[in-house]
């Protein structure tokens, strides 16, 4: 038997010594991210900043508990990160940390919003947030209809543990239909009222949530997770001036690693302490100080004018590929957009947005199913949802988004032809994508165009895959 002080140390052996096979896949990720169109509304390019704190000692420390009061010894300088990313984080939004306390532990937006409702309400209280089908997210309430078991179903957590009545879009205007959330609400007499959504490309009226809340004695909550980056820059309206209580997560238009924040209002219902409560020890565990920091680092560039500059691009861009989508004959729900994304309705086209995604990715062109408005369910959504933050980080502008509708125009046409043979099974125009010359060569047009451009995080000049076409290409 071996001596372990004689056995190699192995603490400093780079990943690409110790697990070449994930080292690998890594760098195969590296590569399709650099050539290829990236259009998720919810992702985005972080700094190599950020991506140096995610792989810092900050990893190495358990904290469990709030900075002064951990579980843990030797948290001096691990609570100096965080004491420094709240205070950051109120100053972001301009926030007077004696009128608003921040919780920064969350590890994304679902755990954050979980916390504020687990926190502030009782078990079976009732919730009023954006359908899932108009924009909504599963965390602000969702239930379908199981045909097998003949009964609703509980999507999400929030279903399982409160009662959820979703408001909606009006189906013509694509807008929350705020007079029916009003009647609704003044029926339902919800606890808490939930704005903010995952695909909604409007403006939110805050004045009227807080009248419909007030009306009823419900807390307001904003879930502003894909506009929080805009809101810190004061291109979106101010949630702040009528909210109890704000969540973001920090990955989206913030640019930041994936991680959530809680933002509470001080007053006498001592929101404070219940939501601090409720993150930790109610749900989790010790807090990701490695994200954490990352939280902090880019919460100093979200205070920068470049960083306003660059919240504005976006909003440009996202018009930008909106107009020309609609100038060359396709329909854009709500009519546009006035943040950093758009909802294409495939509808017209008889494309399905599942169809429209799967032949995207094999163009190397990355966006997601969505429902639109009109769409009766979230299983079979009729369009794609299309978001401009991480091709504006790389510093695309609103010719090059023009460029990128050229592309999306011909995919959705090169769609039809296939779908034409293929017949209307998604696992048959799939098979059919395979070969396909027309796929080709959007992916050849994609890649030339996509690797022209800077990319942050990492050099691509240092990665071990630099094919255009792909390392399988």
Not at 181 to 191: E, G, I, M, T, V
Not at 241 to 253: G, I, L, M, P, R
Not at 358 to 383: E, F, H, M, Q, W
Request: hydrophobic share 35%; charged share 25%; net charge neutral.
């Amino acid at each position: 038997m071996s001596n372990f002080a004689d056995l190699p140390f192995k603490g400093l052996t780079p990943l690409s010594e110790h697990d070449p096979a994930l080292y690998d896949i890594i760098e195969r990720e590296k590569n399709r991210q650099w050539r290829g169109l990236e259009l998720i509304a919810s992702e985005n390019f972080t700094s190599k900043a950020v991506i140096d704190c995610l792989g810092s000692a900050l990893t190495n420390k358990y904290a469990e508990g709030m900075p002064g009061a951990r579980y843990y010894g030797g948290a001096e300088e691990v609570d100096k990160v965080e004491v420094l990313c709240m205070e950051r984080a109120l100053q972001a939004y301009r926030l007077k940390p004696e009128e608003w306390g921040v919780n920064v532990q969350p590890y994304s937006g679902s755990p954050a919003n979980f916390a504020v409702y687990t926190g502030l309400l009782k078990p079976h209280d009732r919730i009023m947030g954006l359908d899932l089908p108009s924009g909504g997210h599963l965390t602000h309430g969702f239930y379908t209809y199981s045909k097998k078991e003949g009964t609703r179903k509980a999507v999400s957590a929030t279903s399982v543990y409160f009662e959820s009545l979703p408001y909606r879009v009006h189906p013509e205007t694509g807008l929350v239909d705020y007079d029916q959330l009003q009647r609704d609400a003044a029926l339902f007499k919800p606890a808490l009222i939930v704005c903010g959504g995952s695909a909604y490309s409007r403006e939110w009226d805050y004045k009227r949530f807080r009248e419909i809340a007030d009306e009823n004695g419900s807390l307001l909550m904003m879930d502003m997770a894909h506009i929080s980056g805009l809101i810190a820059t004061e291109e979106q309206g101010n949630p702040f001036e009528y909210c109890d209580v704000v969540t973001t997560t920090t990955h989206k238009s913030l640019r930041g690693p994936r991680a959530g924040m809680i933002f509470y209002k001080k007053d006498s219902r001592d929101f404070e302490t219940k939501i601090n409560q409720a993150v930790f020890p109610a749900l989790q565990g010790g807090p990701h100080m490695h994200q954490i920091g990352g939280v902090a680092t880019q919460l100093l560039e979200v205070m920068t004018p470049e960083f306003k500059e660059y919240q504005i691009q976006t909003k440009k861009n996202a018009a930008a590929l909106s107009d020309k989508l609609t100038s060359l004959g396709h329909s854009i729900a709500s009519g546009g957009t006035s943040n950093h994304l758009i909802l294409w309705d495939l509808k017209p086209h008889k494309v399905t947005g599942s169809k429209m995604e799967k032949i995207c990715d094999a163009c190397n062109i990355t966006l997601n199913k969505n429902c639109v408005p009109g769409d009766r369910s979230a299983i079979t959504p009729g369009g794609v949802r299309i978001g401009a933050p991480a091709l504006t980080t790389r510093k695309f502008l609103e010719s090059d988004f023009e460029a990128v509708a050229v592309l999306l125009d011909r995919t959705v046409k090169l769609a039809q032809e296939i779908q034409e043979k293929s017949g209307p099974k998604l696992k048959d125009f799939q098979a059919a994508l395979i070969g396909n010359p027309g796929v080709k060569a959007i992916k050849d047009d994609v890649n030339k165009m996509a690797t022209s451009f800077p990319f942050p995080s990492f050099d691509p000049a240092e990665m071990k895959y630099k094919m255009i076409g792909g390392p399988d290409a």
